[in-house]
């Protein structure tokens, strides 16, 4: 994993943001990516010994998720609290996506 | 492709008409309703007319609608703004009185076709910059594309088309191989541009790869049905099998039973960035038999079945017995 240089960014665990860029990228202020951080919905990357950068780094891959999660925020006036108890679903969901995906390629189309 | 719309910046309009809209029928509450009957209001709107959680026609309109009741009315003093424009029959154009203006002055920078939002939202950038000059960042756009599995392995080129109010927007983007279906890639700064030094704004690709007729797909794994006749799957064969780079002979050892899934390493999607090597190619073993045999056919078949030892419904033996 690695800070992106280049235009373009996998929004996966390939490519790490930090707090600063996350914040700016997904509506949510530093105090608030801090909270949800606080409330376990959001998992900072473990750091670096000795710590190459004093920032607190993320998956690329929260971004998408906490986009989707800021939208919803506004759309129905969300707290801070829920929209951490809705990334949790929308994590869950994600991984349940994944699983079906991953089954219906593995088994026989004739199944 | 998902087109994006942004209004053009134009000349100061104050003095053109806006549509009324009576904010507080939009959201079914009193005129003197308190800030959490206002909000419970909404709440229940946007849960009934959200586009992801309604399919009706107007669900759009009207949650655009409560939102826009909704965000003029909890703040105190955008609030405070809209009652001053005293009541009006809904829909009829009016231009707000000189002394409302000077009472609720409004940032010069305004849109020509301004609405009553825009009038209300464009009051609350004058109250929090009174300059309107403090940096403003682009927009992000968003965009779906659908390519093929053979485009997600090798790359590809897309020509994206935003519809950018009076400029219509083109952008070429270098999709990289090794993409996979639901990824999605954001491409820094080239979105909305920035004002007043302002950054710009991304472009957040969402990829969907087509059904392939051929190959399902796990991640960068591809998976395949093989189907092998009784023979084949009993002594082993050599057949042809397809890759997304052309086919290639695999080896099917004796003795495959069906669900087997024989691998062929590498030959899955591309290897992307960050990924030393590409996913792996799986052929789902399903064995199928002969519906009309030759009587030679039938004869080997039966001189088989009264020599063979083999029990497939048996219970497997203990080991050590």
Known sequence: MSLHTSPWMWLDERDAVTLSELSQVSGFGPAEVDELVEYGALLPMQPQEPPERPEQLFSAHCITRLRTASKLRIDFDLDLFTVAMLLDYLNQIETLQRQVRALQAHRPSSE | MQRVHRRRAGPNCIGQQVKYKDYYAVLGVPHDATLEQIRKAYRKLARQHHPDMSKAPDAEARFKDAAQAYAALKDPEKRAAYDDLGRRPPGEEFAPPPQWRSAHPVDGAAFEDMDLADLLAALHRQQASPRATMPRSGRDFEANAQINLGEAHRGTVLSLRFDDGADALTLEVTVPPGVTDGQKLRLRGKGGKGSHGGI?????????????????????????????????????????????????????????????????????????KGHTTGGDLYAVVRIDVPTTLSAREQAIFQELASISTFRPREPAKPKGE
Not at chain 2, 222 to 237: H, I, K, M
């Open chain 2, 200 to 272: 710009d704004g991304d472009i957040y690709l969402h990829i969907h790869v087509a059904a392939d007729p051929v190959f399902r797909v796990d991640g960068h794994d591809l998976y395949f049905d093989l189907t092998l006749a009784p023979w084949e799957a009993v002594l082993g064969a050599e057949i042809e099998v397809p890759t997304l780079d052309g086919p290639v002979l695999l080896g099917v050892p004796a003795g495959t039973r069906s669900g087997r899934k024989l691998r062929l390493r590498g030959r899955g999607l591309g290897k992307g």
